[in-house]
Nanobody, 128 residues
Framework: QVQLVESGGELVQAGGSLRLSCAASGHTFSMYAMAWFRQAPGKEREYVARVSRAGLNTYYADSMKGRFTISRDNAKNTVYLQMNSLKPEDTAVYFC?????????????????????WGQGTQVTVSS
């Protein structure tokens, strides 16, 4: 129902910044809450941030607060992740995900199972 394509990942030095983009297909983008997850080699997929459908509410994993900012532009069908003060431990494949509304209590937004559509991922590598 929706296709997601991430871009912007690259090799950066520790302390640097990147902005990731996730472009969505279709005309129903605003119906989906959007999130970023990441997965490092040998580790489980990790929640990073979420933005509500209208972009009015944002949520972050504790380790990302103050460094990462999620935003969206519904007119462009795009969600962004601005990453500052990058650390080597931020190295991972970053995935964009879309969540259709669910009944209250059926999932939590930090759980990958709450999301219906996923992009292919974009590699972020932070060197020390």
């Amino acid at each position: 129902q929706v296709q997601l394509v991430e871009s912007g990942g690259e090799l950066v030095q520790a302390g640097g910044s990147l902005r990731l983009s996730c472009a969505a297909s279709g005309h129903t983008f605003s119906m989906y809450a959007m999130a970023w997850f990441r997965q490092a080699p040998g580790k489980e997929r990790e929640y990073v941030a979420r933005v509500s459908r209208a972009g009015l509410n944002t949520y972050y994993a504790d380790s990302m607060k103050g460094r990462f900012t999620i935003s969206r532009d519904n007119a462009k069908n795009t969600v962004y992740l601005q990453m500052n003060s990058l650390k080597p431990e931020d190295t991972a494949v970053y995935f964009c995900a879309a969540a259709a509304p669910r009944p209250t209590g059926t999932s939590v937004h930090t759980d990958p199972r709450a999301y219906d559509y996923w992009g292919q991922g974009t590699q972020v590598t932070v060197s020390s």
